[in-house]
């Protein structure tokens, strides 16, 4: 029975593979695959943060995208369920060979989660039409299975619901102890 459902796997997540088909399909795929980097939020929350834009969300993304980066290779590691063979995503590749659960869409569906908390309205619904799409691409450009992304957004969101309760008094506690305020 559990190899029927990886062979469903398997056959939808080639069936919506646009890595090898030039176009603008692929280039949407591309773009979105990659707005989903830890390198790209990284950089980009660290930014904001120095301007002072949104700071307290600058602040919380960036700690638990970093505490789930370690969950998500942590369950890569133990699980080792080999990416599926392709050649766009070589970087991918070489770092990080495992696929299941996928980094970028539990990280979009963690920053959609905790971004509901904090930002407009109009960004909010911007974000969860966003995760998806980073989740879709992946497997579209062929480094994750359907079921990796399924179970990465799964994660990112229940990472998030489970740490907003206890963030606001955790990061009290870090900027106590540091002696610089967050935000």
């Known amino acids: 029975m559990f190899r029927k459902i990886l062979e469903i796997d398997r056959d939808g997540s080639y069936t919506l593979r646009v890595a090898e088909k030039p176009g603008t399909l692929r280039s949407l795929a591309m773009i979105f695959a990659h707005s989903g980097d830890?390198?790209?939020?990284?950089?980009?929350?660290?930014?904001?943060?120095?301007?002072?834009?949104?700071?307290?969300?600058?602040?919380?993304?960036?700690?638990?995208?970093?505490?789930?980066?370690?969950?998500?290779?942590?369950?890569?590691?133990?699980?080792?369920?080999?990416?599926?063979?392709?050649?766009?995503?070589?970087?991918?590749?070489?770092?990080?060979?495992?696929?299941?659960?996928?980094?970028?869409?539990?990280r979009?569906?963690?920053?959609?989660?905790?971004?509901?908390?904090?930002?407009?309205?109009?960004?909010?619904?911007?974000?969860?039409?966003?995760?998806p799409l980073v989740s879709l691409a992946r497997v579209a450009m062929g480094v994750h299975y359907i079921s990796d992304v399924l179970a990465g957004a799964v994660v990112g969101v229940v990472v998030a619901l489970l740490v907003m309760p206890f963030s606001l008094a955790l990061f009290a506690l870090i900027s106590a102890w540091i002696r610089i305020p967050l935000w």
């Open 108 to 131: 979009a569906f963690l920053i959609a989660v905790i971004a509901s908390y904090f930002l407009p309205a109009w960004l909010v619904i911007l974000l969860w039409f966003w995760a």
């Open 38 to 106: 830890s390198w790209f939020w990284g950089a980009g929350l660290v930014v904001l943060w120095l301007f002072g834009v949104a700071k307290q969300w600058d602040v919380y993304e960036l700690f638990w995208i970093s505490a789930l980066a370690a969950l998500v290779m942590s369950l890569k590691f133990i699980i080792r369920r080999r990416r599926p063979e392709g050649e766009w995503g070589a970087i991918y590749r070489n770092t990080d060979p495992h696929s299941f659960p996928s980094g970028h869409a539990a």
